[in-house]
């Protein structure tokens, strides 16, 4: 069973490396519905795979000064306090009955919905906010919202595992529609490895990380990565992108169902 973990691993690492998103959106459901781990295993399991595999993204990014660190500090404090929250929250719980794992369950399939919302519509959301100037924020009311956003992705990553990706770079762009594409990759990756560690330790303190599963996860995805780049230069990316949508669509259709 090793075996196929590391392959899934290898598959959703190939299309994050060819889209930059799918990570968390695609390994969360795959391991609840396809190999039946219950949904808070799955996402205390993805979030401690998300805060390796991201730490070494940012590292990239770095070097290439890519990273806006002002705005991961604002996501930063809105994010890991929520974060933490939203742990302490699931410890009172005790024990996850029936209802709560539904619930996660159910807030995994909407933050999917969300990561395909912002693959679809992503350019028409700026599109709208360059013909409407006056919507763009700026100064201290661009702080709070990024404040506010930061704290809404912590606690939907620390549920679903889910949001820091397509979601959060949408939400940034849509923030600083100014900033290269590259420093909103670069800064949605760096704020979400705060995150993902502070919510990837609080799952662990809830005992909910699979170490076997995560480490064959891990064989697979970081190969994956790597291939799925080397591959994004000659797949269009529109084409890829509408395949991963319709893809995650149907898989948020059955996780709500």
């Not at 899934?8 to 060819?18: H, Q």
């Not at 039946?36 to 993204?57: Q, R």
């Not at 660190?69 to 029936?98: D, F, H, T």
């Not at 959060?168 to 594409?181: D, E, Q, R, V």
């Amino acid at each position: 069973m090793s075996l196929a973990y590391t392959v899934s691993g290898l598959l959703v690492g190939l299309l994050v490396g060819l889209t930059g998103v799918g990570g968390g959106s695609l390994m969360t459901p795959l391991l609840t519905l396809l190999f039946g781990f219950s949904p808070a295993t799955a996402v205390g399991t993805d979030l401690a795979f998300a805060s390796i595999t991201k730490g070494f993204g940012t590292l990239a990014h770095r070097a290439h000064g890519h990273v806006q660190w002002q705005v991961v500090r604002r996501l930063c404090v809105g994010s890991l306090p929520a974060a933490v929250a939203a742990i302490l929250v699931l410890k009172s719980a005790g024990e996850l009955n029936a209802q709560w794992l539904h619930a996660i369950r159910v807030t995994i399939g909407v933050s999917v919905l969300l990561t395909v919302l912002s693959l679809l519509f992503r350019k028409q959301m700026l599109a709208w906010l360059a013909r409407n100037p006056r919507f763009q924020l700026e100064g201290r009311k661009q702080v709070v919202a990024t404040v506010l956003v930061g704290a809404v992705i912590g606690v939907l990553v620390t549920v679903s595992s889910i949001g820091a990706g397509a979601v959060g770079a949408t939400l940034i762009l849509l923030l600083y529609p100014h900033m290269k594409p590259a420093e909103v990759a670069g800064t949605d990756i760096a704020y979400a490895v705060p995150l993902t560690a502070v919510a990837g330790l609080g799952h662990v303190w809830l005992g909910t990380v699979d170490w076997n599963l995560l480490l064959a996860l891990l064989v697979g995805s970081i190969p994956g990565i790597w291939l799925g780049a080397q591959l994004s230069r000659a797949l269009p990316e529109r084409i890829v992108r509408a395949a991963l949508a319709t893809t995650l669509t149907l898989v948020a259709i059955k996780l709500v169902s």
